[in-house]
């Protein structure tokens, strides 16, 4: 592992232990020339899951996509950063967890709206008024009325 300070080609790894999740491995690394200690992560590389779009177009699955339209649902909510982590997190496992390698955005939505609707249910509103393409109040008062059972 190069080092980040000096680019030096020879570092150390002094500590390592899985991270919270459990889906990573925390490294502490030391450079042998300058000294200087640094953090890396090893993930598990796994095949690209291919999202299938509404229409039918086909594309590598995004982070940041779900975690966008998480932070935009939860704008000005009682939700932390963590939570929303937390959850695209819970979201990957699954989807990721699956033997098929595509899968379509509905389904996406669908796992991300029933988890964000036991996080908080004026997102979970929100996320679903965009997702479900919500034409008019009526439809908010369908959704709220299924919400509210």
Do not use: W
Not at 20 to 46: A, P
Not at 86 to 113: H, Y
Request: glycine fraction near 4%; proline fraction near 3%.
């Amino acid at each position: 592992m190069k080092c980040p300070y000096c680019s030096h080609e020879n570092t150390r790894v002094i500590d390592s232990r899985p991270t919270e999740e459990d889906n990573s491995i925390r490294r502490r690394r030391v450079c042998d020339e300058c000294g200087k200690r640094f953090t890396t992560y090893e993930k598990i590389e796994t095949i690209p899951m291919i999202v299938i779009k509404k229409d039918d177009n086909r594309e590598a699955y995004d982070r940041s996509k779900v975690e966008g339209g998480l932070f935009r649902a939860c704008h000005k909510r009682p939700v932390s950063v963590q939570q929303i982590t937390a959850l695209v997190d819970e979201v990957e496992n699954e989807i990721f967890g699956r033997t098929e390698k595509e899968i379509s955005s509905q389904v996406i939505g669908e796992i991300v709206m029933n988890r964000l609707k036991d996080l908080d249910a004026v997102a979970y509103v929100r996320f679903a008024s965009v997702y479900r393409e919500f034409k008019d109040v009526n439809t908010f008062v369908d959704e709220l009325k299924k919400l509210l059972k």
